[in-house]
């Protein structure tokens, strides 16, 4: 009976003992879970909030390029308005150059080609005289014209290559209006006498002079001066030209500046 119940009490003892073993063995366990689930929390816990930081950055990257972008998409669509500014002034600038032609080619082109005057010769003058009045009609309002009078200075010359002697007149219009008279006033209620009296002083003082005559010496008369003669056609048609020129040279830069931009842009993206 005492072996037995020492028995008993041995097993209730080793009861004991295993029991708190397996106490102990579940509370290791228990804070081996614990401390698992703290360390994946606190690892959940830092990649969010390295997560959080890559974001942040990404977010100020990508705000600060697309000021970049707004910037340079800005000035790209201020230099696309100068771009077509210029090309509108050089285009405007070629037109008006061309409407100058066109009323220079009408005007003054067509009367230096229609001129006989082109060869030059000096003249050496024969004889002035005043041969007297010649009558005029002029303008005073509307449906009203009155009789005026103007002296009439009559200059013969003669022509050195030939030695023929021709009538001088002034100009191509001095010639249309009376072919008689050297000059011809405007025709007004008094004339200036001393215009002409001046002109006769002159040719006493200047006996030769360059003048311009047909080739085929049909006309009658010589002219002192041409309207429509190199000089003057140069002068009318340069400042059209330049106008012209200008034009395209800005259209050429605008162009020219177009095509080294683009040309810069793939050469970037190349590189990149």
Known sequence: MQREESYIGFYRRKKKVGSFAHQTQSSAVRRSGEGGKF?????????????????ERRTVYQKIREHGYLD???????????EDRAILLGLAMIMCSMMLYFILGITILR?????????????????ST?????????????DCYEVSK??????????????EVYRLSHTEEMLEINPECFY????????????????????????????????????????LTRLYGPNALFHSLFWPTCMA??????????????????????????KR
């Open 111 to 127: 009367s230096y080609m229609e001129s006989v005057w082109t060869e030059e010769s000096w003249c050496t003058v024969l004889n």
């Open 39 to 55: 360390n994946k929390m606190f690892l959940w816990t830092g990649s969010r909030a390295a997560q959080g930081n890559q974001y």
């Open 150 to 163: 103007y002296p009439c200075l009559q200059v013969f010359v003669i022509l050195n290559s030939s030695g």
């Open 245 to 270: 020129v200008g034009g395209t040279l800005i259209i050429a830069m605008v162009k020219l500046t177009q095509y080294l931009s683009l040309l810069c842009e793939s050469i970037s993206k190349i």
């Open 72 to 82: 340079k998409r800005k000035t790209v669509t201020a230099l696309k308005a100068g």
């Open 184 to 223: 011809v006033p405007k025709c007004k209620k008094t004339c200036n006498m001393t215009v002409i009296e001046t002109i006769a002083e002159h040719f006493k003082r200047h006996q030769q002079f360059p003048c311009f005559h047909d080739r085929e010496r049909k006309q009658e008369n010589v002219l």
């Open 130 to 142: 005043n041969i007297g009045d010649m009558t005029c009609t002029f303008s005073c309002g509307s």
